[in-house]
């Protein structure tokens, strides 16, 4: 398997409803670890509404920053005016296609949960008895 390709393993293309092309991929634990509030929160759980909203954004935000590739750039946290001509900052994203990024890393990140059925496999997910 050559670089380019391991890379793109697990990223989806995916053209946004402004026309914006580019790549999504389920988060992964470097992503969760860049947010500590949002690695705390899943390793602790969220104990109040306050704090479950406040990590709810760190999620979405998470997930826009993280999770979404344009094509031929990047994406950054820079306030508008300051990125590069390739960055994109996810405060520039309208919110038609900011919904779109988080519906398909939400669906991404489901179908990795989901267990593929494989032959051979022990029935309802349990270790044979020995």
């Not at 990223?11 to 705390?40: C, E, Q, W």
């Amino acid at each position: 398997m050559e670089i380019s390709e391991y890379r793109n393993h697990g990223r989806k293309p995916i053209t946004l409803p402004s026309g914006l092309k580019g790549f999504v991929r389920a988060p992964n634990l470097l992503d969760m670890a860049a947010y500590p509030k949002l690695f705390a929160g899943a390793a602790n759980g969220a104990a109040g509404e306050e704090e479950q909203y406040a990590l709810t954004g760190e999620w979405v935000h998470c997930i826009l920053r993280r999770c979404f590739v344009p094509e031929r750039g990047s994406m950054t946290e820079k306030e508008p005016g300051r990125c590069m001509p390739d960055e994109l900052s996810i405060h520039e994203l309208a919110p038609a296609d900011a919904d779109a990024i988080f519906t398909a890393v939400t669906a991404l990140q489901n179908e990795a949960v989901a267990p593929a059925p494989e032959e051979g496999a022990p029935e309802g997910g349990t270790f044979p008895a020995a």
